[in-house]
């Protein structure tokens, strides 16, 4: 008498069918249940192109599996094209998982204290293999989102998507684009460079701005002796201290890795489910004024998800998968990396990335309560009720004339205002010091680091403008950096009179060379003028690659 | 039920149930309230006492020169100018701001966003990196998006037995002139004082070049 009786089902149907036929009906079995519904036949019908049998087999994954039950079992025919939605929604998740995924590899290498962040950065970008790769991926990664996410708000805005019913969609699409900003300026913060630690000071002076209105004021004042009492916090939470410091720089990284993405993923399940259930609009121009049949789509222009739809997002997915790889290997794109973070020392030509350069443009301006606050809070704010105050009916383009007219104007504003930000307005400095910071830039290594130690040989060199010939060096590279030199004092030779470029090289210890720049020129009242500084090069400093 | 007239909306009492969810209701939002601001107290930073904000000497040997530009002095976080009669005969000072001679401790960090403007010689004013506000020796803004002139530190001028001969005149700058101005540091002066925990805030400073 057994004591128990074990029963193995698969040794019956061996039995039964022989050894083949079972196995191939377990293999059919098992990938049936994988697939939530799809046998091997269906599977491959589907990558064979043959039409979907009657009763469809490949909607069964939509109302059985996990995966798929988020996505709609087939999309109105006019929507599939490029046009109306260029496929941004679906690359903005895409990115999202991107960052995600690279980040986590960067996060196995870093510390986020000031002690040893930026060490890690140079042991990331020199020594973990594909260290580099990783990070410059994650770094196009954020800077396609960011794109990627405004040109999708942008191109829901022209086909006019925001209005009723989709009101809330767009709410939570200002959400996300809030949250992909915030996430790309906490992650240049974290290499704890010159960068990090100017853009969270100037970015923290701006909240310190935050006004404590009455009756707070008055409280602040009798119980803290601190009538603005909200924006010292605010500040002072920021930064972890009245200057940026080890706190700050776990605060903002925590936000970065942790709190931003929680929020993100949140709200990216919120939006895509207000798509799904209002449906993917049709293009404005199908559809009567006032109508919305984006949920009735006649059974001849369905195109199912399953083949077509999934087949050309993962396409798509293949596609900017290698542009970024592309990007990041020969298409040289490298993730910055300033100087050290100096509390001393705010680098000539500090510019935040060019998605944020608008609001550097506006600063310049003048009051930073209006334009580090109000100005910014008014813009989000409109975009946040857009839908719920512009009613206008139609979506059509030739309806909405004023609304388009207002969308390009914004658009050229923010043009101007990123030309604003960048130091070519309002924050040159001094000819002299300009035409040393083209050879020695403060954020960037630039032409005279990037140019390899053994180019440069110990001597005195002088360029003039005024010099018909060439100037002449021992070596090419040192050659190319004194015709840059001489260049640049000829753009500033209306304000450096009878100027002189020199550069002394000298061997200074071993292995460690010391390059003077000097300007010497003559003031309009005829004094003398002069402007010199030193730079140190060691033969492993590696700037070139 | 006559279904031909309109009704009037129909009020229903509230019952002891819907009350006491209420109530529950309102004790969670007092809750969340209560939270939100432990969770304030909770990250805002604790100082300890004796960071920057003390009292910082400075022998008068290390003074710089009359008219001689600004010099930095990090540890204490601001710049020491010497104003002579070149920099009172400035023609960019704005008639708002009368300048004076002497010693004066600048706060090194931009009154606009919190960058640390520099001093560049060849413009002979300070210039910041960040957004481009300028300002004069004295710390008076002539251009940029800054809202009041640089922020000064009170300085008091010791002799040789550490008695004060002159001291920074307290107060606010937008009422009084001599507020926060320089002063010429007396005979005798050994040393000067600096109090980096005293900061006079500079005047209001709006108009385009500079003035109220």
Redesign the interface.
């Known amino acids: 008498m057994a004591i128990f009786k074990l029963h193995v089902p698969i040794l019956d149907d061996i039995k039964a069918k022989g050894l083949k036929p079972a196995l191939l009906a377990k293999v059919d079995d098992a990938v049936t249940r994988f697939t939530a519904g799809l046998s091997i036949g269906d599977l491959r019908g589907v990558l064979r192109g043959d039409p979907a049998p009657r009763p469809n087999p490949r909607l069964k994954p939509h109302a059985d599996g996990f995966w798929f039950h988020m996505r709609p079992t087939y999309y109105h025919n006019l929507v599939t094209p490029l046009y109306p939605e260029f496929r941004l929604g679906w690359l903005s998740l895409y990115f999202m998982v991107f960052e995600t995924i690279t980040g986590i590899f960067l996060m196995v290498f870093y510390t986020p204290s000031p002690l040893v962040a930026f060490e890690n950065m140079l042991n990331i970008l020199s020594r973990v293999p594909l260290g580099l790769f990783m990070r410059d991926l994650h770094r196009f990664g954020a800077e396609a989102m960011v794109a990627i996410v405004a040109l999708h708000m942008l191109r829901t805005f022209l086909t006019g998507n925001y209005k009723k019913p989709r009101q809330f969609t767009w709410f939570t699409g200002v959400v996300l684009l809030l949250v992909t900003l915030i996430l790309s300026f906490s992650g240049y913060l974290l290499p704890w460079d010159q960068l990090s630690l ?1 853009a969270v ?2 970015g ?3 909240v ?1 701005a935050t006004p404590t209105p009455w009756p707070l004021n008055l409280l602040g004042d009798r119980f803290f002796g601190d009538p603005s009492f909200v924006g010292t ?1 605010v500040n ?2 920021a ?4 200057i940026f410091n080890a ?1 700050g720089l776990l ?1 903002w990284y925590l936000l970065h890795i942790l709190a931003l993405p929680l929020i993100g993923f949140v709200f990216i399940g919120v939006h895509y489910y207000k798509v799904v259930i209002h449906g993917h609009s049709l293009p404005p121009e199908a559809e009567k004024v006032g109508e919305d049949t984006a949920k009735r789509v006649p059974m001849d222009q369905r195109t199912y998800f399953m083949p077509d739809i999934i087949t050309r997002e993962l396409f798509y997915v293949a596609l900017v998968t290698f542009i970024s790889v592309f990007a990041v290997t020969l298409g040289n794109f490298h993730a910055p990396l300033e100087p050290h973070a100096d509390p ?7 510019t935040a990335p060019w998605y944020f350069l608008w609001i ?1 443009g506006m ?6 309560v209006f ?2 606050l109000i100005a910014p809070g008014i813009i989000f704010g409109v975009l946040f009720v857009l839908g719920y105050i512009e009613v206008g009916p139609s979506r059509r383009y030739a309806d909405r004339r004023v609304g388009l007219s207002v969308c390009m104007v914004a658009l050229i504003a923010l043009s101007v205002t990123t030309f604003m930000g960048t130091p070519w ?3 040159s ?5 300009e035409v040393v910071a083209v050879l020695v830039p403060q954020t960037h290594p630039g032409p005279l680091r990037e140019t390899p130690y053994e180019e440069f040989v110990a001597g005195e060199y002088t360029v003039k403008p005024d010099d018909q010939a060439d100037p002449q060096a021992p070596t090419e590279g040192l050659k190319s950096l004194l015709t840059l030199y001489k260049h640049e004092l000829e753009l500033a030779s209306d304000r450096l009179k009878n100027a002189e470029g020199i550069m002394i090289v000298e061997d200074w210890q071993e292995n460690l060379k010391k390059i003077t720049l000097r300007i010497n020129w003559t003031n309009d009242d005829g004094t003398a ?1 002069t ?1 010199s500084q030193d730079v140190y090069l060691h033969q492993d400093s590696n700037y070139g690659d | 039920m006559s279904s031909a007239a309109p009704q009037a909306p129909t009020t229903t009492p509230m019952t002891r149930r819907e009350f006491l969810y209420y109530v529950w209701g309102a004790s969670m939002a007092l809750f969340m309230a209560e939270f939100s601001g432990a969770l ?1 107290w909770f ?3 604790r ?1 300890k006492e004796g960071e ?1 904000g003390g009292k910082l000497p400075v022998d008068v040997s290390a003074i710089p020169g009359v008219d001689t530009g600004p010099k930095d002095f ?1 540890e204490g976080r601001f710049w020491l100018v010497n104003l002579g009669p070149k920099s009172v005969s400035d023609e960019r000072q704005p008639a708002d701001y009368p300048p004076q001679q002497g010693v004066l401790a600048i706060y090194k960090v931009c009154v ?7 001093w ?4 002979d004013r300070f ?6 506000s300028k300002f004069l020796a004295n710390g008076v803004r002539v251009d ?2 800054a ?1 009041r002139n640089l922020d000064a530190f009170v300085m008091r001028a010791l002799d040789a037995n550490g008695n004060e001969l002159a001291k920074t005149k307290a107060g606010d700058p937008a009422k009084d002139d001599s507020a926060g101005a320089p002063f010429v540091l007396p005979a005798g002066t050994v040393q000067i004082e600096v109090d980096t925990g005293k900061r006079i805030q500079g005047a209001v400073n ?1 108009k385009p070049g500079g003035g109220k």
Request: charged share 15%; glycine share 12%.
């Open positions: 100017w000071t100037i923290a002076s701006m310190e916090w002072n939470i930064r972890g201290g009245p706190d605060r001393l020392v705010t680098p000539l030509h500090t550097q600063l310049k301006l003048g009051d930073k334009w580090g307005y309002a924050v400095s001094s000819a002299d010091q003028g402007f | 304030v990250a805002l930073p100082f920057f990090p606009h966003l919190g960058c640390l403007y520099k560049v010689p060849t413009n210039e910041c990196p960040c957004h481009g940029g998006p809202r709006t």
